[in-house]
């Protein structure tokens, strides 16, 4: 009797701890794994690491405008109406760099245009020219006018407007072959846009968040203060508002603001600068956000969090693509809301809402608490393996 009750309490110890086994394996792990586990949502990994390589494309439409009497009858035939394309590539590093894109339409004044340049007063014309004709931000208009011209000064070969629109005196004769005609107007072309749309330096600096061109010291820092200091009204307003400062080419005449303080010309090229810059800071910060999370799997990674960082990414693809078609303002618009979700994605406080620690030290931390249960476990599964293994011996 004895031996059979000692038989039976060993049977049902077995029992028990088989049966503790069992619900460790199935209920207790799970339980443990699905409370500690920490909620990630799901994020554009694809999309962000695509970003970490940028090649900006910056598109700027130009209109090459000719009054009557700058071409003779036969090159104007052969040259008018038509569109060409001149661009440039810059590589920054392995990762970023920019082209842009000049997008010239030459064409022949129509009839308000030719009434406005053919009077004697500059500024008249900038103002009718400006009421009639209404430029979209980032875009320049060249009117190009006689060599004998009243219009301009006679000292000067450009003058450059309050609003979008640039005169040049015409260096075109009539012996000029069709070639050389646009081989000439494009040469003084080319130096009015570096003087009213940006240049190689601006796109540089805007993008030394991601290419740091160390060209910001202390000698750049005293000449600034200086000039702040030196400047009055006007130029204290584009210190301010980091309006890059013109040097005009010789022979070119800038009209005065006014009330306006500043140009619309130079309200684009600051407009060039901030979009540029928001889209590498967003960039930037996107890339750095996405290394940080997969350093630290443990991270908690929000429903807010994650449609903050969907919402930059297609931000900057949107401010990408209106920057390539030329459209200055929604670009502006679309980097300015990239820069925005990035930073408030990046600097969320849920991200620092728990202590992160290394997994060897969440191992260090769980085992004294485990160990003590799994150790009879381990021994209990052990024993009745060696049960098992004896009773198929037997049989």
């Known amino acids: 009797m004895a031996a059979a009750g000692t038989a039976e309490e060993k049977l049902r110890g077995k029992y028990s701890a088989n049966c503790i086994t069992v619900m460790v394996i199935l209920a207790g792990l799970p339980l443990w794994w699905k409370t500690t586990e920490t909620y990630r949502a799901a994020l554009p990994y694809t999309q962000i690491s695509e970003l970490d390589f940028l090649l ?152 030394s968040s991601r290419v740091p061109s160390g060209t910001f010291g202390t000698d750049t820092f005293t000449d600034s203060m200086t000039a702040f200091k030196s400047s009055l009204g006007r130029q204290n307003a584009q210190l301010l508002l980091g309006i890059p400062r013109v040097q005009p080419p010789p022979e070119t005449l800038v009209q005065n603001p006014g009330n306006m303080i500043v140009t619309d010309w130079e309200t684009d090229r600051l407009l060039w600068v901030r979009t540029v810059e928001n889209i590498g800071t967003a960039t930037n910060t996107l890339t750095s956000l996405a ?69 060897d030290q969440k191992f260090a931390i769980y085992i004294p608490l485990f160990l003590p249960m799994c150790v009879p476990i381990m021994l209990s599964l052990l024993k009745t393996a060696k049960n098992l293994r004896w009773r198929r011996k037997v049989d």
């Open 56 to 207: 900006l494309d910056i598109s700027v439409p130009v209109e090459v405008v000719f009054a009557r009497g700058t071409l003779t009858a036969e090159q104007q035939k052969k040259l008018l109406p038509q569109t060409q394309f001149s661009q440039k590539v810059n590589q920054l590093d392995d990762k970023t760099g920019f082209k842009y894109r000049y997008e010239k339409t030459y064409r022949a004044a129509t009839g308000i245009e030719q009434d406005a340049l053919m009077g004697e007063n500059v500024e008249g014309a900038v103002d009718t020219l400006s009421r009639v004709y209404e430029s979209p931000a980032g875009s320049v208009v060249i009117y190009v006018v006689a060599a004998d011209s009243q219009l301009l000064p006679q000292e000067f070969t450009v003058y450059i407007g309050k609003h979008r629109a640039v005169f040049l005196r015409s260096p075109v004769t009539g012996s000029h072959s069709a070639e050389d005609v646009l081989q000439d107007i494009d040469d003084s072309v080319e130096e009015i846009l570096q003087t009213v749309s940006f240049t190689d330096d601006m796109v540089v600096a805007a993008l």
């Open 291 to 359: 290394q940080l999370l997969d350093e630290i799997g443990n991270i908690v990674i929000n429903d807010n969090i994650a449609s903050e960082v969907y919402s930059a990414v297609a931000s900057v693809q949107r401010s990408l693509d209106e920057l390539e078609a030329g459209r200055l303002l929604p670009a502006f618009q679309a980097g300015k809301e990239a820069i925005t979700s990035s930073e408030r994605a990046f600097f969320d406080p849920s991200l620092l809402h728990l202590l992160y620690f290394p997994d």
